[in-house]
């Protein structure tokens, strides 16, 4: 037997997982002294993670500890099955190292099941599009070798823009100086960022003003994009619809045969780039 995990970071919909039958690993925010663990947009309300946010509420967020990772990978290690975690990327978190922490001994326990992680270098839908397709992939009958081997084969075939609003919560997060935060806030600079090649975040350009990001992101699909006509564009927003949507018309007046499908960004991944934050994730000729 074989079982395929992935994590919410992934930020796929609630929606998709009863036909995916993939194990779930939620990774946990707190806010207002509280702590969630996303459900995939189920029941997650939106609207009032980013209103207390906007009204000064700081959220954190948190690796799972290996007792979690343990209890819920301890049954399928006991019955010897194959198991492979698509994940995002370790550049983001420490939580793999908990996650090592939990399987050492369940390797030694259980030494017929076998264990690995694919780790797909991206966040977001940046990760989800990977976990969707492998997961497709797998279900018309391939084995978890065969998917490992797509993985590798197209990790580097996805890119993810975005652009975030305020500046503050990239400097919160260790992603840029205060002093850069101050400046590129007194003067309307918003960084356009991607993930590169290593998993981890990078400043690809800087723009002034929101309409110049989007344009940006929208000219970033026209240059990269590959086989549009096959593959969805994925817009997200952290309550930003104005702003997605304008970036999702942008790319199909480059793109008429594009299909845009359009998603919240989760309270997980908004922690840290904050409300007003739009982002675009496609099928593209290199990272």
């Not at 600079?189 to 350009?205: M, R, S, T, W, Y």
């Not at 942008?250 to 991944?269: H, S």
Request: include cysteine; aromatic fraction near 14%; hydrophobic fraction near 40%.
């Amino acid at each position: 037997m074989s079982k395929i995990f992935f994590d919410t970071d992934c930020e796929l919909w609630y929606t998709m997982l009863p036909e995916m039958d993939c194990e779930l690993f939620r990774m946990p925010y707190t806010i207002n002294g509280e702590e969630y663990f996303y459900d995939m947009g189920e029941q997650t309300d939106f609207e009032a993670f980013y209103k207390a946010v906007r009204a000064g509420a700081m959220p954190i967020t948190s690796a799972l500890n290996a007792q979690i990772y343990t209890e819920i990978l301890e049954p399928y290690f006991k019955a010897g099955e194959d198991m492979l975690y698509i994940s995002f990327s370790s550049k983001m978190s420490g939580t793999f190292n908990h996650l090592e922490v939990a399987l050492k001994p369940l390797r030694e326990k259980y030494p017929a099941a076998r264990f690995r992680r694919f780790d797909t270098k991206q966040i977001c839908w940046g990760a989800g599009v990977q976990v969707y397709n492998a997961v497709k992939y797998y279900h018309e009958g391939h084995s978890l070798d065969e998917v490992y081997a797509y993985l590798e084969e197209n990790v580097d075939r996805y890119a993810e823009y975005f652009a975030v609003d305020d500046l503050f919560h990239l400097k919160r997060g260790g992603r840029i100086s205060a002093a850069a935060a101050a400046f590129g806030t007194l003067f309307s600079v918003k960084p356009i960022l991607h993930v590169n090649e290593g998993g981890e975040l990078q400043v690809a350009q800087k723009v002034n003003g929101a309409n110049k990001a989007v344009s940006t992101l929208a000219e970033k699909v026209k240059e990269l994009a590959s086989e549009i006509e096959k593959y969805p564009v994925y817009v997200v927003d952290a309550d930003n619809k104005e702003g997605g949507d304008k970036l999702a018309a942008k790319i199909c007046a480059f793109f008429p045969q594009a299909k845009i499908e359009r998603y919240p960004i989760g309270p997980v991944i908004g922690t840290h780039c904050g409300p007003g934050t739009i982002g675009v994730i496609f099928r593209s000729v290199k990272r």
